[in-house]
């Protein structure tokens, strides 16, 4: 069954909400490809989807260390952890298991669990430092993010 989107995995933070539709759409390709049982597909939604996901840890990451956000080590270390099972998932995929079915099942509890706990844990922290402040400090106070400077913000 596919993940449908719906308001209570918004964070507020567009990117981030952005970047978690992105990875509702990898599961929602991977399930369309292991119905119609095109093994070539699912290999590759896999190994994209594994690929964008670990890229987006990282930006939430960094987003988090900049935030100045209490458990940034142990929310890295649930990240690091998923990161771990689905490569034994794409290991097994590789010698020639049939892991479609169980692996979509996978990504789309763990997501939908983690946006709903893990990643609203950090929200309000990450979206108080990417306010603009009331008082603009002197240049040669002031430390400019490298989000900030990406976005231009």
Not at 1 to 6: A, H, K, L
Not at 72 to 99: I, N, T, W
Request: net charge negative.
């Amino acid at each position: 069954m596919p993940i449908t989107w719906s308001a209570d995995l918004d964070t507020g933070i567009p990117i981030i909400d952005q970047q978690h539709r992105r990875i509702v759409d990898f599961i929602n390709n991977l399930e369309v490809a292991k119905n119609a049982n095109d093994k070539d597909g699912v290999k590759q939604i896999v190994y994209d989807c594994v690929d964008y996901t670990l890229s987006h840890f990282a930006f939430e990451e960094s987003l988090q260390e900049e935030a100045g956000y209490a458990y940034c080590k142990p929310h890295k270390k649930v990240h690091e952890l998923f990161a771990r099972k689905v490569s034994e998932y794409q290991e097994r995929m590789d010698l020639g298991d049939d892991v479609a079915e169980e692996l979509h099942a996978t990504l789309a509890r763990w997501l939908v669990n983690h946006i709903k706990r893990d990643d609203a844990d950090y929200v309000q922290t990450v979206r108080a430092s990417m306010m603009p402040a009331t008082h603009t400090p002197p240049p040669e106070k002031q430390k400019t993010s490298w989000f900030r400077r990406l976005f231009g913000s």
